[in-house]
Structures are given as C-alpha cells and as structure tokens.
C-alpha cells in the first residue's frame, strides 16, 4: 500500500522527513536487502596508503569453527604415543618429504600448492576470545574467555571490514562477505571479531544467511518476489523516482539523499542480472557441484568462488553449525568421540571442498590471484581426554595457505614431537593478518580510519617472509 504523509515525522533514525515513501514497506519491492546496504554503503574509499606489489585481487577464508586437531590434519604425529598420534596415520603428499594425515587423500594430492604453517599460536584455550584473535590479528583482552561477546575494548574490525574500508568497490556487490552463518557461541550470542568493530557499521562485510546445498536455497535479498516482474519492478524504480522528485528539496538532507542512494541502489542490485547471477548455484554444472561435494560447506565453498569472480574481494566461508550438531562437540569442537566424528562427518567434506576449490581456481587462472587462507580459532590437546576427544589448544596448531603470491610445496614451522608446543618457527595471528594484507597489496604502513576520524595502522606482525614468492 503506496501512503504519503504530508505532515513532517520524525522516523527511528532521527530523521524528520515531509514526505515519506511507503510501498508495503520496502520489502514489497523485494528491497530487503536495503538493510545490508545501509549498514555498510558509507564505507567509501580511504586514504589509506598506497598498494603495494601484492598479487592477490581476492581472498578466500575457509574457517574450521571448533578448532581441528592438528594431529590428524595437516601435522600428523607418527612417531608419538598412541595416546597422542590418535588412530589415523600420515599419507604421502605429492611433495618428497611433506606428510599430511590420511584423511586428507585429496588435499594431499595437492600439497605442492599448499604453504602449511605448522606453529601458529594465539596462546588463548577459549572459542571466542582465540577467535577474535585470529580474525582481527589483536589478542583479546582479557585471553582466554569463554562466550564473549563484541564490544569495547574488544572491538578491533575483523579482516573482512578492514578490507572493504580500504578497497574501492569493483561492482555492484561489497568488497567483503560472510556466509553461510555467522559464529555463535553454545549459549546463542555472537563471537567478537566478526564486525568492522570501531570502523563502524559501515564497514561490516556483509552476512549472508543461507544454505546453499539445501533444495530450497535462495538468499531472499537478492530474490525478486514472485509475483514481481522484471517489468513492474521498473515500474516501481520510476514511481520511487517521481516521487523523489517531488520532495521539496529544502527539506532534503544530505543524509536523506543517502537513504535514496541505498534505495536506487538496491534496485540496481535487484535488477542486475551480473549481480544477481553471483549467487545463482543452478547456474553450475552438476559435475562441479559434485565436485565441491553437496555438503553445506562444499556449496558454500562453490559460492564463494562466484562471489570472487563478481568482484567481491574477501569472501569467508564459517563452517556451518547445522541443528543436528552434538551439543558436547559441535562442528570441529571434537571434545567427545573424535576419530569417528574426523572419518564421517568433518574431514570428508573439507578434504573435497578444500581441494576442489584450488583445483577450480588453477584451473580458470584464478589461483595466483586468489589467497585461500584454511584457519580455525585453535587446535586441539596432545593427548586424548577421557571421552575419546581433545580439548582446546592454542599453544600450536596448524593453518593452510594457498595461491595470491604464496609458495606452495612447502612447510613453515614445526611443532614439538607430540604437537603440544611450538619448535620453530612460529607465527601469531598477527603476523597471518599482515601476511593476507601484503597479499591483498596493502603496504605495511596502510591506514584505517575509525568513526572518529582516528588513523591507525592496519597491520601489526611481521609478514612472514619465508612463503612468499
């Protein structure tokens, strides 16, 4: 229902406005996706220091919620106790030397594109509080806190925002994006570190809530309703500009003129075919949709690769926690019965997407200028608990880099002997930060600016040198 108010109102956001155009709510439009625009389209480009020689256009981060074991993914232990190799072996990788865990054949047909950091270490035993710190490259404070939750002094802008401050957009869609799911703690609230924190909203990646290997998936932002045609969803964009028009223009604000921008450019999203297409995974073939595996993990992958392809630059892939997960060791939390939940359920399906996902890109010329980054928030203990699982472990753990300027066929670091404790080698989670920076072409002294107008230094570690080319 079209309704016009003549009399000035004062909406939630503070704003008084003349006329106010109402269509059933945006949402009769098919515009809910406004929402997503107006949380982040003032994200415009900063002076943020110049691009350095970095190769990589785009990054993809596949993140393990729950934390793999390092011992039965990419540092497998041979020569330990039973009670810490655990009951799956090493296989040969396709690089003399280079050992992963047999659960990983696929994977380890491709080590020789692959940098594996064995010592990565955050120091923190907690989900949230080591998750932060690896997706913002800043410890919590305080470490090692179970169910925390975003906000000061913890409110450091994950890779995504910081990304989509600094990058000109390429398109109609944003420059950074989560899916399928954001990472919730067990209690139901929302890890810190997944936000553009003190950037502001404007800088939020966007979530995208779906599931893409469902029958039924579709993202309903980006889906006309079905009674709304190509044609009469023209009609709409000239009724919303007459109206415009008619506005008086004393009353105009600049930020009012920024809602109509959110507005029309929505409908530009909405009416894009390119833009649309990005997230339309019929538009595979089946085999390759096979290929990735019909896993919620393996098509979101897939999507991922889509959403590079139309210009988005970071795309982060969260393991998804579906409903049926164990409440005592869900998704890669293995604290309980972890050898069977590694054969049947957790290493198949990342084994075949991870794999897919670099062949795929070699195979279309993409990998040398995509950094695919496979991290999780910690591994897990040396030794077994009593319920067949391992617990938290931030002391060492493994992580997996591959394409955007990065050596493959190699290892950097090394665990002790029973993969409790770093040897050599190692790397915090600032320095992988500043690692996927340099990739991405920021220069070391690169600047954001937060909403007070302060500039601070994007990165914080040490570029580890050794895995460049």
Known sequence: MLEIHASSRRLCDGLTRREMLRVGGLGA??????????ASAAASPQAAGSISVGKAKSCIILFLMGGPPQHSTWDPKPEAPAEVRGEFGPTATNVPGVQFCELMPKLAGMADKLAVLRAVSTGDNAHSSSGYYMLTGRPHQPQNVENANPGAPNNWP?????????????????????????IFNTDGSVWPGQDSGFLGRAADPWL??????????????????????????????????EM??????????????????LTQQAFGLLSSGPSRSAFDLAAEPEAMRDRYGRSQFGQSTLLARRLIEADVRLVQVNWFRGPDE?????????????????????????????????????????????????????????????????????????????????????VHGASDRLGAE??????????????????????????????????????????????LM
């Not at 515009?31 to 625009?37: A, G, N, Q, R, V």
């Not at 995504?160 to 398109?171: A, D, I, K, M, T």
């Open 29 to 38: 439009l098919g515009l809910s996706l406004t929402d997503l625009l107006g």
């Open 326 to 410: 164990p409440s005592d060791a869900p998704c890669w939390d293995s604290h309980a019965n972890e050898s069977e939940r590694l054969k049947t359920v957790l290493m198949p399906p990342m084994d075949q997407a991870f794999s897919a996902l670099l062949e795929d890109l070699a195979q279309r010329g993409l990998l040398d200028e995509t950094l695919v980054v496979c991290m999780a928030e910690f591994g897990r203990t040396p030794k077994f608990n009593t319920r067949a699982g391992r617990d938290h472990w931030g002391s060492v753990f493994s992580i997996a880099m591959a394409g955007g300027g990065l050596r493959g066929g190699m």
């Open 208 to 241: 995208l809530r779906c599931e893409p290997a469902s029958p039924d998936y579709r993202i309903p932002e980006f889906t006309l309703p079905v009674e709304m045609s190509a044609g009469r969803l023209e009609s709409r964009r000239s009724l919303l500009k």
């Open 244 to 261: 415009n028009r008619r506005l008086d223009l004393t009353e105009r604000s600049g930020v009012v003129e920024h809602y109509d921008r």
């Open 158 to 182: 994950c890779l995504g925002g910081v990304v989509r401050q600094l990058s000109p957009r390429r398109g109609a869609l944003p420059a950074a994006v989560r899916l399928p799911m954001h």
């Open 422 to 467: 770093p040897r050599d080698g190692m790397v915090r989670p600032e320095d992988v930060s500043a690692t996927i920076f340099h990739c991405l072409g920021f220069q070391p002294d690169a600047t954001m600016q937060d909403i007070e107008g302060r500039k601070l230094n994007v990165a914080h570690g040490r570029v580890i040198e050794p895995i």
